[in-house]
């Protein structure tokens, strides 16, 4: 349960004073998730989120992550929109975190995706990219390339503790694709973690996404394989080539990938593998004292990694080569 900051009634109260948004019904930690510290706040007016932002999340960059929200629910995407306070301020201070107050999105997500999900994640994915496109504000990715091989020295020297051999396979696929990392593709901003938890579905329709925190600039075909990793191999790690095709398809309904960027797809597959494999390794073997959160497997992305090195063409994932 990722709940790492408790917050006092008296608190809460008066942080939710300075908000139009009625009397206080009920308020409870929610177990998904493993970033930020998140409530469900239920008011005399509507539901809401509160989050604490907590380690990863960068202060300085909230007003980015906030920011972004209201321009794309501006364009019509359906992401949580920050709640302002009286003071006209969307963000806050909770038990010595920054908080914020976003509007709740109905919808549930999906623990194993089908088809139509992937099919309508590709079209929500392009969607998004279109949205972003004129919001003014530049984040760089701190999980890209140049914030791999930091990341990794981080636990290189327990790597091997998790599985042995880890330290020197990662270390050796950091260096081919620090080589071979492409230079130049069509970029934008990125939502960079849309993970089958982050996208809400009523019924069978897409209805939301949420969780905007690792947003940022980088190649439009990185969020891609992003989604293609988490939404494409099934619970044994098979690789689900025609779940693959849906969500490449859905996304080339809006905008077509260009011959550069599918040529680059394989490598950046690998790339996006390496970021969460990188991620999962630290938190693996820095779970903080305390806090109600369940690590993710690293190995799971080891795994995916080491089938996109198998890789050799666009024909994998489903597409003409
Ligand atoms: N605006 C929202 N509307 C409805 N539910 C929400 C909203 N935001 C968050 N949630 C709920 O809270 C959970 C955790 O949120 P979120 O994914 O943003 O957390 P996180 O800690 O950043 O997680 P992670 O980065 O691991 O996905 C979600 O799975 C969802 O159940
Ligand atoms: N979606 C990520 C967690 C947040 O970065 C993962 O599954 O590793």
Redesign the pocket.
């Known amino acids: 349960m990722?709940v790492y900051t408790d917050v006092g009634d008296e608190d809460l109260a008066a942080f939710i004073a300075d908000y139009d948004i009625g009397e206080l019904v009920s308020f409870k930690g929610?177990a998904?998730?493993?970033?930020?510290s998140?409530f469900l706040l239920r008011t005399t007016a509507a539901s809401f989120?509160l989050?604490l932002y907590e380690k990863r999340v960068n202060e300085a960059e909230l007003p980015f992550f906030i920011g972004l929200m209201q321009h794309l629910a501006g364009r019509g995407i359906n992401c949580?929109t920050p709640v302002r306070a009286r003071s006209g301020a969307a963000l806050g201070r909770l038990a010595g975190r920054p908080a914020a107050i976003?509007?709740?999105?109905d919808g549930v997500?999906v623990r194993r995706p089908r088809l139509p999900h992937c099919a309508q994640l590709g079209v929500a994915l392009a969607d998004l990219h279109a949205a972003g496109a004129d919001f003014a504000v530049h984040r760089t990715n701190a999980l890209s390339l140049p914030g791999w091989r930091p990341l990794f020295e981080r636990s290189a020297d327990r790597a091997d503790e998790v599985q042995p051999g880890l330290a020197a396979e990662i270390d050796a696929e950091l260096g081919r694709l620090e080589a071979e990392w492409p230079k130049a593709l069509p970029a934008g901003v990125i939502h960079a973690?849309l993970?089958p938890?982050?996208v809400?579905f009523l019924g069978d329709d897409l209805s939301g996404l949420?969780?905007f925190?690792f947003a940022c600039n980088d190649f439009l075909a990185y969020d891609l394989v992003i989604c293609l990793n988490a939404w494409c191999f099934e619970t044994d790690l098979q690789f689900n080539v025609t779940k693959a095709r849906a969500l490449i398809a859905g996304y080339e309904s809006r905008r077509p990938l260009t011959p550069g960027e599918r040529a680059a797809l394989p490598l950046l597959a690998r790339g996006a593998a390496m970021r969460f494999l990188l991620s999962r390794l630290y938190d693996w073997l820095n779970v903080p004292p305390g806090a109600l959160v369940t690590p993710k497997d690293p190995i799971e992305y080891l795994r995916k990694l080491r089938f996109h090195q198998r890789v050799t063409g666009v024909g994998a994932y489903g597409m003409t080569p």
């Open positions: 990722a929610i998904e998730g493993v970033e930020n998140n989120i989050t949580p976003v509007t709740f999105l997500s973690d993970f938890d982050n809400f949420i969780d925190y």
